[in-house]
């Protein structure tokens, strides 16, 4: 089926990490550290809404940047089962991010899952370029409501690629933090 506007789309990566559950589940609890060693973006600025432990209804700011594109957006933590799973939404309801921690023998497994809508303009440069098409993502998502048609099959073969390449990139981030976890520091 080919994907419509109103869909949502989903990447997910694992990363099995040679460190008990608990450090993994500190180190996501570090919200601002785990942000910084995204290599997708350049993280800005981040900022404490709520006070307190990170709990449901905990909010935050981030501000990023992605090329010449500035993001600045709101979060709030909406599910915390302590030790094993940590889930957050953008306020705007855009996107979802899920943080799971397995038990596995020598260490735990982390998956990262995303949800998100792909807006028409994000697609708009050449299908080729996909790094173009992940920064006009975070933009359209950032705070724009433009939609320029696309022929459906144009449309499913971008939405394609570029759910391909943030799967690869989430992949890398992953790697950076079993990194950082396993080395004992906050970023590489």
Known sequence: MTPKLEDRYRVRASVDIARPAAVVYDYLRDIETRLRVNPSYRLTGFEWLTPGPLRPGSRYRVRAAVGDTRLDYLCEVVEQVEGERLVVRRMDGEATVSLTVTRLPGGCRLTHEEEFPIPEEALQPEPGDLRAMVG?????????????????????????????????????????????????????
């Open 136 to 188: 006009k993502l975070f933009a359209a998502l950032a705070d724009t409501d433009e939609r320029v048609p696309l022929s459906e099959s144009e449309r499913g073969a971008r939405t394609r690629a570029m759910v391909g390449e943030l799967e690869q990139r989430l992949q890398r981030w992953l790697e950076r933090v079993r990194r950082a976890i396993e080395k004992g520091t906050p970023a590489d």
